[in-house]
């Protein structure tokens, strides 16, 4: 059973830019979340997906970014004309729909420099 | 609204000593409480939880947790330090009210000196 793969694993866009992450949950799980870190920092909460469903975006900016969890395929965290403070590590996790006692798995991460 | 604190930036301790990282939290209901490890350049990896029952969580690595529920806590702990547990630490809460949010520590970065 693989485990939540991302990718790609190190991304590089120029100011403006528009930056694709994916993620591609562990089988049979159904929840999708996203974390940023920062350099020296923690994790930040950003969007908690179920199939075709946002259910939490309390954590992403109000502006250029957006994240779906299609029917099929991976789920996409997508930032639009991105900026120099957008770099950071993305975290894709995913768990089961067994309940909220089930840890989440974390992928690799994609980190994204912003020139 | 769920929170985690983790007071300490950072914890030094010798090789074979005892090992505490330190984590309280606040949550509206009853708490699911996890542990995470971070190598360098990697993700997270999943140590240990508390969802219900004996209050001593033992985990992977000789890791052991200790919920205590009136000082609203979850230390991470391990007997005996290795080298090779310096890492970066984040413990995570989520609640019982129905949701699957995450919310996770500022993290603790433990080194263990030789």
């Known amino acids: 059973n693989a485990g939540v793969m991302q990718n790609p694993r190190h991304l590089v866009r120029r100011r403006g830019q528009e930056a694709r992450l994916r993620c591609s949950p562990m089988?049979?799980?159904?929840?999708v979340y996203w974390y940023r870190q920062l350099p020296e920092e923690g994790l930040k909460f950003m969007v908690y997906l179920q199939k075709e469903n946002i259910i939490d975006e309390s954590g992403m900016p109000k502006e250029r970014f957006s994240a779906e969890f299609p029917k099929e395929g991976p789920s996409i965290l997508r930032i639009q004309q991105v900026v120099r403070g957008d770099s950071a590590a993305y975290f894709c996790?995913?768990?089961?729909?067994?309940?909220?006692?089930?840890?989440?798995?974390f992928g690799q991460g994609t980190r994204l420099t912003v020139v | 609204a769920q929170s985690v604190a983790q007071p300490e930036d950072q914890v030094n301790v010798a090789e074979g000593n005892p090992l505490t990282v330190k984590c309280t939290y606040s949550?509206?209901?009853?708490?699911?409480l996890f542990w995470y490890v971070q190598y360098p350049n990697r993700g997270l990896q999943f140590l240990l939880k508390?969802?219900?029952?004996?209050?001593l969580v033992k985990g992977s690595y000789g890791f052991e947790a200790e919920f205590n529920k009136s000082q609203t806590s979850f230390h991470l702990k391990k007997p005996s330090a290795l080298v090779s547990d310096s890492a970066l630490y984040f413990c995570?809460?989520?609640?019982?009210?129905?949701?699957?949010?995450?919310?996770f520590g500022a993290g603790t970065r433990l080194f263990v000196k030789a």
């Open positions: 508390y969802i219900t029952g004996d209050n």
């Open positions: 995570a809460v989520r609640d019982d009210t129905g949701g699957f949010k995450t919310i």
């Open positions: 089988k049979g799980h159904s929840h």
């Open positions: 949550v509206s209901g009853n708490p699911y």
């Open positions: 996790a995913s768990s089961p729909p067994t309940g909220p006692m089930a840890e989440a798995f």
